[in-house]
Each structure stands twice: as C-alpha cells, then as structure tokens.
C-alpha cells in the first residue's frame, strides 16, 4: 500500500483544483525568489544559518541547559517533555491547577504534532485557534496541509461557505478581507474570553533566556499578552546560542518562507509579564534520536520557513494531506519516518528526487540526499515493497551480465513491436496508464556501433 | 578479460592504424538509450568525434546502478556499480548523453563502493575539457528543459532557487548554433516527474507533472523540446504520444549532431 501515491492521485484526478493548487503554492515559491533577490549575501547568510544550527545541535544540551537557567533568571518557568503524551501532559497539567477552560493558542506546529488539541477537547478545554488559517482548518476539523499557511488547500468561496455555517457571514461571501474581518471580530471574543494563551516559539536564545515568536496576525502578541498565564512550546532544536544569531536567522525566514522581508509581527518574550505567569515547554518527541543520526541530524537544522514545500513540484500537485503527518512536503518527508518508519515509509519515494529542496532551503538542509538516504534505511529494514525487492534482484542479475542485459533488452524490444496493444498496457503496465511506452528499434545502441566500426 | 586495458585502446579500435591524435573518449550510453533511443548514443558518438575525440565503447557495459541504489536497494545497486568501475577505469575520460547517470556515478559512487569516478555529462564534456563551441544549422524553435540531476547535482547551470551568477552551460553551447531559436519555458527548471521509479510508484502526480511541462513548452511556441536526459525526454513523449500532440522530442546531442551535419 502506497498511501502518498493513492491520496495524490486523489488530489490530482481533479486537474483543476489540482492546477490551481500547484499555481497558488508556486506563486508564493516566486515572492520568495523575488524576496531573495533584493539580499545579496544571500548565499552567504544560508550558509551562516547552517553553520549556527550545527554548532548549536553539536552543543545542544549545554544550550538548552543555559537556556533553562537563563529563562528561569526572568522569572519562566521552564518544563521538559520527553514525548507528545508528556508534553501534553503538562500543558493540561499546568491548564488545570490555573482552572483555565478557554484557551487561544497561536500557530504551533509542534502542537500539531503532539495533537494537543484533542487532548486538551477531551479533558473539557476549549482550544482556540487564533492564526486565521489555523482557525479555518479547526473549524473544518482538518489538519493544516502547511506548516506557513495552513488552509492553502481551501478556496476562498469553501471558506466562506464555512464561515457562513459556523460565523453567521452572509451566504455566498468570499471577499478575503470581509472573511478576514469576519474572523477578527469572532476571534476578538475569544482573546478576550481567554484564560491562558499558548504559542510556538521561532527562536529559543540560549544567552539570553528570551524567545521570539513570529507571526503576520499579532495572534500570538494578543494571546501571549491579554490572558495572565502564557505557555510557550517549543522543540529542543530551536535553539541558537547568541541574540545576534537572530540577525541571520530574521532576515532569512520570512523571505524564503512568504516573501517578506520580515514577519509583521517579532515579538520577543524575556520573561513573564508584570504579574503574569510564563511557562516553557521543551520538548524533544523523537529529536535526539535524530541527533545520533549522522545521516539525518542535519533536517533538525530545519526553521519551519515551508519554502521546500512550496517548490516542491510533488506537493504542489499533490497538496499537504497527501503525506499523512503535520510537516509534510520534503523536510516533513525526511522528519516523519525518523519517527515512525513503517507507518511513514511511503514518504522518502513521494519525490522525484529533483533537488529543489536543497537548493531552495535557508539553512542548506541536504533534504533530497536525505530522502535518498532513507530510501536504503527503509529497504535495509525491510520496508520497502517487495515487488521493489524482486525487481532491484533482477536488475542486478541481468545488469550483472552482458550477454543477459543484451538478450533482456532485444525481448523487451521485440515485445513491444509484436504484442498486441491491448496486452501491452493492460493493468500491469502502470507506466502505460498515462503514457505510450518508448519506440522500439530494431537494433540497440550497441550493435548499431558494432555493424558501424565494420563499414568503415 | 573485462576491460582493455590503456595501452591496448588504440590497436584495439582500429587494428593496425596509426594512432590518431586527439582525446580519447570512453562512451558509456545508459542502458534504456541502449536499448530504446540508439540514435542519441549515436549523435553523441558523432558530435565527439566531430570535436576530435576518440570514441571508445567498451562493450561490456550495462549500466550505473542507479535504478536500484534510488529504490533504496543498495546491495544489489552495489555489484552493477563495482563492474561499471572497473570497466571504466582505465579510461581518462569518460562521457555519458544523461545528466542523471552521470551525478549517480559522479555523487554517489563514493558512497555506495568507496570510490569515485571521473565521468562527464556530454555538454559540460564539450563546455569544460573540451571547450568548444559547436557551430551548424538547426532551424527550429527549441524550448529548453533543464533535467533536474544535470542542474543541481551538476551544477550544469545556476538554478533559479540560488542567488548566485546566471549560468547555462547547455545554452552556451547551443547559442552557436544559426537559426536556432532556443526558448525559455515559465518555469525555467521545474521538474518533468519522471523520477525514475518515481514515474511508476506515483505515476498520477508523475503525469501532471509530466503534461505541465509540456503546456509551458506548448505556450512559448516550442516545436521541439530539448535536454540533456534521455529519460525524462522518453517520459515527455510518452505523454505526446498519448495525446497526440505534434510538439517533439530530441536529446541535445541530436541537435547538436543535426546542426553540425547542416
């Protein structure tokens, strides 16, 4: 079962919203490029980002260390969680001796990861998504297709179709700003409600014990500041050792990830607020095994810009859900199986191996060599399927020997003058569904050289 | 014996001749050009020899592996890539019509066997150790898909995801060629789908892919696309084909072999 392949196929058996999909997601891949172009040293700062975060993961426990101890200074109070069920076990932890039932969280794709929302819903918490893409896939009860722009796989008319059912909005509404407005005034409410408020975090600064969140709402800024108790989750690589290493990291994450030149909204948090309370969340869910992983460290190198889903050709054309996890496209191809690797094993082959991933990430994250690296870790682990198993044997048994490979390829030849059409591409022929097989000449490349070096 | 060792090319080509002067080539051609498209092993065999190489073809040659190794199937990827080795191995140069085999030896040889070898693709053979600039007639509108293996693990030209100075090797050899009219699709270098299983194991997200590329080519008014891999060539007219759509097919090497004969 190939269940990327069967989903994508979904997602592309309608050529239309797949074409406008593909259209949305690469017109963003271009702000990017048009973002990059007005930086010169852009080559130079991907580099300088790569070089800080694999300084940072060589050292990672003495600067998360740090980051504890100078969090704690301004006054945070700072949690580890070895898993998703642990870090939510001490989000509801801290929820519950506070009281709170209403909750506003800001963007956080580890939450998603963790699905702390159901837990939270469960144990009678209201949670609230406030960045207006999180919100609209909470409304529709579906996972975010992106780690940037969570609902980049909804319309505007589906939105306001949505925003009809559960904001009173008048029916057939879908200009983006009156939506927008429409969400404002529904989620001012809820901000206002709120007992706590959760963010992500961008940036963990081990020197200094602050964090910086980024977002183009002020969702966090309002959650974070109105309610008295602010809870942060972060992932254990989100550190970076020193304040400065934000002037390489700002100016690249925005631009590669929308094509802005910053975020609208930085905010950096040093502790609580006058008379409030902060807790941070560290979590490390499956990254240190990672880290002990020469092969894979390096995508925990990885910002959540989202620029390498936005030029992969694969995820464009076969939308976020396809992949099945909260990271999809190629970073989430390379994170998932590091996971869990028989639930993920479709993942490292959703992809042509094209490379644009690598060349497009801001902190040079090899991402298609790592795809590839998985691609044996899973036939290694017996993973892969085992028609793939039988056919790399014949390869290698024919491949193996001349007079077989020549034989091999003068049958396939003949087989496709001589058979019927209807055999040729009946069902076993998957590379026929969609397109003709190649021509079939007479004589190979090699007896053609052959008869030629007679003649003369 | 596998392979001829140095000393012996020569007489072993032509037995008898006098030693011509010039650079002596080793062709690997892939092994579905082999099989399927023998006129661009040719065309590369002509336009080298048309630049003053000797062209060997060492007949025991198969293929570089790359087939299982990207399947994930190393160890049987490993035998095929040991014997690709030591076939080519006496050889100075080595010259092969296909971007993406030439990265899979080039890149991943290291890794896979332990040692590396020097291989070229055939343009960046011409543009760099070569250093020619092939001249000729080809009257045509040719739209330029830039085959993701040659671009990026090549480095064959810039990319347009890196801020880095606008390079194209494949157009600069192209650009002395008259008439030619060498067209730049929307997207300057997206990829086709093939993605060699990738074309089976997602072979619906593979034909968008595939039928994308060929509407950006369809809508700058290319007759014919052009690139330096056979492979995704062979998945574009796969797709052509099925479609029934007049816009054609040809590897740079035919090009360039077509013009030069002009």
Same mark, same amino acid.
């Given at each position: 079962?190939?269940?990327?392949?069967?989903?994508?196929?979904?997602?592309?058996?309608?050529?239309?919203?797949?074409?406008?999909?593909?259209?949305?997601?690469?017109?963003?891949?271009?702000?990017?490029?048009?973002?990059?172009?007005?930086?010169?040293?852009?080559?130079?700062?991907? =580099?300088?980002?790569?070089?800080?975060?694999?300084?940072?993961?060589?050292?990672?426990?003495?600067?998360?260390?740090?980051?504890?101890?100078?969090?704690?200074?301004?006054?945070?109070?700072?949690?580890?969680?070895?898993?998703?069920?642990?870090?939510?076990?001490?989000?509801?932890?801290?929820?519950?001796?506070?009281?709170?039932?209403?909750?506003?969280?800001?963007?956080?794709?580890?939450?998603?990861?963790?699905?702390?929302?159901?837990?939270?819903?469960?144990?009678?918490?209201?949670?609230?998504?406030?960045?207006?893409?999180?919100?609209?896939?909470?409304?529709?009860?579906?996972?975010? =297709?992106?780690?940037?722009?969570?609902?980049?796989?909804?319309?505007?008319?589906?939105?306001?179709?949505?925003?009809?059912?559960?904001?009173?909005?008048?029916?057939?509404?879908?200009?983006?700003?009156?939506?927008?407005?429409?969400?404002?005034?529904?989620?001012?409410?809820?901000?206002?409600?709120?007992?706590?408020?959760?963010?992500?975090?961008?940036?963990?600064?081990?020197?200094?014990?602050?964090?910086?969140?980024?977002?183009?709402?002020?969702?966090?800024?309002?959650?974070?500041?109105?309610?008295?108790?602010?809870?942060?989750?972060?992932?254990?690589?989100?550190?970076?050792?020193?304040?400065?290493?934000?002037?390489?990291?700002?100016?690249?994450?925005?631009?590669?990830?929308?094509?802005?030149?910053?975020?609208?909204?930085?905010?950096?948090?040093?502790?609580?607020?006058?008379?409030?309370?902060?807790?941070?969340?560290?979590?490390?869910?499956?990254?240190?095994?990672?880290?002990?992983?020469?092969?894979?460290?390096?995508?925990? =190198?990885?910002?959540?810009?989202?620029?390498?889903?936005?030029?992969?050709?694969?995820?464009?054309?076969?939308?976020?859900?396809?992949?099945?996890?909260?990271?999809?496209?190629?970073?989430?191809?390379?994170?998932?199986?590091?996971?869990?690797?028989?639930?993920?094993?479709?993942?490292?082959?959703?992809?042509?191996?094209?490379?644009?991933?690598?060349?497009?990430?801001?902190?040079?994250?090899?991402?298609?060599?790592?795809?590839?690296?998985?691609?044996?870790?899973?036939?290694?682990?017996?993973?892969?399927?085992?028609?793939?198993?039988?056919?790399?044997?014949?390869?290698?048994?024919?491949?193996?020997?001349?007079?077989?490979?020549?034989?091999?390829?003068?049958?396939?030849?003949?087989?496709?003058?001589?058979?019927?059409?209807?055999?040729?591409?009946?069902?076993?022929?998957?590379?026929?569904?969609?397109?003709?097989?190649?021509?079939?000449?007479?004589?190979?490349?090699?007896?053609?050289?052959?008869?030629?070096?007679?003649?003369? | 014996?596998?392979?001829?060792?140095?000393?012996?090319?020569?007489?072993?080509?032509?037995?008898?001749?006098?030693?011509?002067?010039?650079?002596?080539?080793?062709?690997?051609?892939?092994?579905?050009?082999?099989?399927?498209?023998?006129?661009?092993?040719?065309?590369?065999?002509?336009?080298?020899?048309?630049?003053?190489?000797?062209?060997?073809?060492?007949?025991?040659?198969?293929?570089?592996?790359?087939?299982?190794?990207?399947?994930?199937?190393?160890?049987?990827?490993?035998?095929?890539?040991?014997?690709?080795?030591?076939?080519?191995?006496?050889?100075?140069?080595?010259?092969?019509?296909?971007?993406?085999?030439?990265?899979?030896?080039?890149?991943?040889?290291?890794?896979?066997?332990?040692?590396?070898?020097?291989?070229?693709?055939?343009?960046?053979?011409?543009?760099?150790?070569?250093?020619?600039?092939?001249?000729?007639?080809?009257?045509?509108?040719?739209?330029?898909?830039?085959?993701?293996?040659?671009?990026?693990?090549?480095?064959?030209? +810039?990319?347009?995801?890196?801020?880095?100075?606008?390079?194209?090797?494949?157009?600069?050899?192209?650009?002395?060629?008259?008439?030619?009219?060498?067209?730049?699709? +929307?997207?300057?270098?997206?990829?086709?789908?093939?993605?060699?299983?990738?074309?089976?194991?997602?072979?619906?997200?593979?034909?968008?892919?595939?039928?994308?590329?060929?509407?950006?080519?369809? +809508?700058?008014?290319?007759?014919?696309?052009?690139?330096?891999?056979? +492979?995704?060539?062979?998945?574009?007219?796969?797709?052509?084909?099925?479609?029934?759509?007049?816009?054609?097919?040809?590897?740079?090497?035919?090009?360039?072999?077509?013009?030069?004969?002009?």
């Amino acid at each position: 079962v190939n269940l990327h392949a069967e989903k994508a196929a979904l997602f592309v058996s309608d050529p239309a919203r797949s074409a406008w999909h593909d259209q949305a997601v690469w017109w963003v891949r271009q702000k990017r490029d048009n973002a990059q172009r007005a930086v010169p040293e852009w080559e130079e700062l991907r =580099s300088l980002a790569a070089q800080i975060k694999a300084h940072a993961l060589s050292r990672l426990a003495d600067y998360l260390e740090q980051f504890e101890r100078n969090a704690q200074a301004l006054g945070a109070r700072v949690h580890w969680a070895r898993d998703a069920e642990e870090h939510n076990r001490i989000v509801h932890g801290i929820l519950r001796d506070r009281g709170v039932t209403r909750l506003v969280k800001s963007k956080s794709m580890l939450t998603e990861e963790c699905h702390l929302n159901p837990y939270l819903t469960e144990r009678g918490i209201e949670v609230v998504d406030t960045d207006l893409g999180e919100r609209i896939v909470q409304l529709l009860r579906e996972p975010p =297709s992106h780690i940037v722009m969570p609902a980049i796989h909804r319309k505007k008319e589906e939105i306001g179709a949505l925003f009809h059912d559960k904001l009173g909005t008048p029916a057939g509404l879908s200009d983006p700003k009156a939506l927008t407005e429409a969400a404002r005034s529904h989620l001012r409410e809820k901000f206002l409600a709120a007992q706590a408020g959760l963010t992500g975090v961008n940036f963990a600064i081990a020197e200094t014990g602050g964090f910086v969140v980024c977002t183009n709402e002020g969702n966090a800024d309002l959650g974070a500041s109105l309610p008295p108790l602010h809870i942060a989750c972060m992932g254990v690589e989100k550190i970076v050792p020193r304040a400065r290493d934000l002037g390489v990291f700002l100016r690249i994450l925005a631009r590669s990830a929308t094509g802005q030149p910053i975020t609208t909204y930085t905010s950096h948090f040093h502790g609580p607020k006058p008379g409030g309370e902060l807790h941070i969340v560290v979590v490390d869910h499956g990254r240190s095994a990672l880290l002990a992983r020469p092969d894979f460290r390096r995508s925990l =190198s990885c910002i959540r810009c989202g620029a390498c889903m936005n030029t992969c050709p694969v995820y464009r054309r076969s939308g976020g859900h396809s992949y099945g996890v909260t990271v999809p496209g190629p970073i989430g191809s390379v994170l998932a199986p590091s996971v869990d690797s028989r639930k993920h094993r479709d993942l490292p082959f959703a992809s042509t191996l094209c490379g644009s991933c690598t060349d497009v990430c801001p902190v040079r994250i090899d991402l298609h060599h790592q795809l590839l690296a998985w691609r044996g870790e899973l036939a290694r682990q017996h993973l892969i399927p085992s028609y793939k198993r039988v056919a790399a044997r014949i390869g290698r048994g024919v491949l193996s020997r001349p007079w077989l490979y020549r034989f091999s390829g003068w049958l396939a030849r003949v087989a496709l003058r001589v058979l019927p059409r209807g055999l040729l591409y009946a069902r076993w022929n998957g590379w026929g569904r969609g397109r003709d097989l190649p021509p079939a000449p007479r004589a190979s490349f090699r007896s053609q050289w052959k008869s030629r070096g007679h003649a003369r | 014996m596998e392979f001829a060792t140095r000393a012996a090319i020569p007489s072993r080509r032509t037995p008898g001749a006098c030693y011509r002067a010039g650079v002596d080539v080793a062709l690997f051609v892939p092994c579905y050009v082999d099989q399927f498209y023998p006129q661009v092993g040719m065309a590369t065999a002509e336009v080298l020899e048309r630049h003053g190489c000797n062209v060997f073809f060492p007949e025991d040659q198969t293929c570089c592996g790359q087939p299982m190794y990207n399947s994930g199937c190393w160890d049987d990827a490993r035998p095929v890539a040991e014997r690709f080795a030591r076939i080519f191995a006496p050889y100075e140069h080595v010259v092969v019509p296909s971007g993406s085999c030439a990265s899979m030896v080039r890149n991943h040889y290291a890794d896979l066997i332990g040692k590396g070898v020097r291989v070229h693709e055939l343009c960046e053979f011409l543009h760099d150790v070569l250093k020619v600039t092939p001249r000729g007639r080809f009257p045509h509108k040719v739209g330029l898909h830039r085959s993701c293996h040659g671009l990026r693990e090549l480095r064959l030209g +810039s990319g347009s995801e890196r801020l880095v100075p606008r390079t194209d090797k494949v157009r600069e050899l192209l650009s002395g060629i008259e008439s030619l009219e060498l067209l730049e699709p +929307s997207r300057p270098d997206e990829c086709c789908g093939f993605g060699g299983t990738f074309a089976l194991d997602e072979e619906a997200v593979s034909c968008r892919m595939g039928r994308d590329r060929i509407a950006d080519h369809e +809508s700058i008014g290319a007759e014919i696309v052009t690139g330096t891999d056979t +492979s995704c060539l062979m998945h574009l007219e796969g797709l052509l084909r099925r479609d029934g759509k007049p816009l054609r097919v040809l590897h740079v090497a035919e090009i360039l072999a077509r013009a030069e004969a002009a």
